[in-house]
């Protein structure tokens, strides 16, 4: 209903929207470039034509040696390039069902998404940003750190007592850590 809501709205207005849904029966096949690579091609769905710093990215990687896909840094460059021709709405439902291994790279790639394009919405919206601190719950924590850990390339580095030491540092009071919610208003709009 959001996306149907928000696309009616979006008529006619220079104005994009993508959505992406974690499904948890397809953990496994939505890795970050899949997510990322499908807000990509939903935002430049509605271009009249493909601006050049995507196709261009896209012909080189897949004229590389062996046909490489992109990767998350391509695909945050490219998503950042729609940011500067549409406004833009992304829309992510059940991003709880996204694969334990995967969720540190999608919250890092959005948030990267929402700083380098936050200049560039701040300078065609002209209106304030506004901050809100949200505390997160220690589970929430324990399994971003869970995560973390599982893609940890150097597995030898660590046994199971140093993870659990660390795991136990985590104190059940995490009210000095919050994320930060941003949120950009031009009058009557939330962006």
């Given at each position: 209903?959001?996306?149907?809501h928000?696309c009616?709205?979006a ?6 929207v993508?959505?992406f849904y974690?499904d948890?029966a397809?953990q496994?096949e939505q ?6 690579g499908?807000l990509?091609?939903?935002m430049?769905?509605?271009f ?18 062996g ?11 490219m ?9 833009a ?15 540190a ?7 990267q ?20 601190s949200?505390?997160p ?20 580095a ?7 030491d660390?795991l136990?540092?985590i104190?059940?009071?995490?009210s000095?850590?919050?994320v930060?919610?941003t949120t950009?208003?031009n ?5």
């Open positions: 209903m959001v996306i149907d928000l009616s709205q008529r006619g207005q220079n104005t994009t993508a959505g974690f948890f397809s496994n890795p970050p470039t899949r997510f990322l499908s990509l091609k939903q430049v769905f509605g009249d034509e493909i601006p050049e710093e995507i196709s261009g990215a896209y012909d080189d990687r897949r004229n590389a040696v046909g490489q896909g992109l990767q998350i840094s391509d695909l945050l460059k998503l950042q390039t729609t940011s500067a021709h549409n406004r709405f992304i829309c992510i439902d059940a991003l709880d069902e996204c694969a334990t291994e995967h969720i790279k999608v919250l890092d790639s959005l948030s998404l929402l700083q380098k394009s936050l200049p560039q919405v701040r300078a065609r919206l002209g209106g304030p940003v506004t901050s809100i949200i505390s719950k220690r589970d929430d924590i324990i399994t971003y750190i869970h995560s973390r850990l599982a893609a940890d390339t150097t597995s030898d660590m046994d199971s007592s140093l993870e659990a660390i136990e540092k104190h059940s009071d995490i000095e850590m919050y930060e919610a950009l208003r009058t009557s709009q939330v962006v």
